[in-house]
């Protein structure tokens, strides 16, 4: 596609953006373009021509009334990438979209999540929300959704980046799985006495309930000796 170096690939690259109003697939369209801009080393003067070509129907339609507008306004022309991006984005993303990603990002909580179900889901919120903020703010917001048993533990350890702490809230996720399923060894069952499957300890000593009114019987009458006896004795 691309002839500038040398490069006489035909790859049939998917580049095409007939613009469908769907934020999901536009975005997804915008990563290809930079990521082949990359791959071919395309000069910045280049970009904004041949992304225009690749530009089908209603997007060819737009780009066109765009660049129409610029002329009648006496505005200077969209040279660069940059610039083009952003008015794709400012037509083809719609604000809203952008508010439901935070939305999304600021309620988003592990819940019933593994921990590297919630790390994915967490970054590709922030990539959506294209946001901008130090480190330790992102770090801060990650912790704020995990699990607070993992966080207890996560707390304690030592990390500088929000990678780090995403590697150490799976480490501790897998150290408590183990923990919790270790193999219970159990002695085997002495002949003729049945297993207790229902309860804690696999052999319960037999218990004997206690008397009600626990008393002492009198000794009866007739085993004490005569009282002539013992006066004769």
């Known amino acids: 596609m691309f002839s500038h170096n040398n490069d ?48 089908r129907k209603y997007a060819s ?47 988003l909580t592990q819940g019933n999540l593994n921990v590297e179900e919630y790390t994915h889901e967490f970054k590709k919120l922030v990539i959506k929300c294209d946001l901008q903020e130090p480190e330790e703010q992102t770090i801060v917001r990650y912790l704020g959704g995990l699990d607070p048993k993992y966080v207890n533990v996560v707390d304690l350890q030592a990390y ?27 002695k085997p069952p002495l002949q003729n006495e049945p297993l207790n499957k229902g309860s804690s300890n696999p052999f319960p000593k037999p218990t004997v309930p206690p008397p009600s009114n626990p008393q002492k019987k ?8 005569p009282q002539n006896s013992l006066i004769h004795s």
């Not at 290809?32 to 071919?40: D, L, N, S």
């Not at 500088?160 to 150290?175: G, I, N, P, R, S």
């Not at 009198?218 to 000796?225: G, I, M, T, V």
């Open 8 to 55: 006489s690939s035909n790859e049939d690259e998917p580049w095409e953006f007939e613009g469908k109003l769907d934020p999901e697939e536009f975005l997804d369209w915008l990563h290809t373009v930079e990521r082949i801009f990359e791959y071919k080393d395309v000069p910045e003067d280049k970009k904004v021509k041949l992304v225009a070509l690749r530009l």
């Open 61 to 107: 339609l737009w780009w066109t009334n765009l660049c129409a507008k610029l002329i009648r306004e006496r505005k200077t022309k969209i040279r660069t990438w940059e610039k083009m991006k952003s008015k794709l984005k400012a037509h083809f993303r719609p604000p809203t979209y952008v508010q439901d990603c935070y939305s999304q990002l600021h309620n």
């Open 160 to 186: 500088t980046t929000f990678d780090e702490v995403c590697v150490l809230a799976h480490k501790v996720e897998q150290q408590k799985r183990s923990s919790s399923f270790k193999p219970e060894f159990l």
């Open 218 to 225: 009198p000794a009866p009458l007739n085993s004490l000796p």
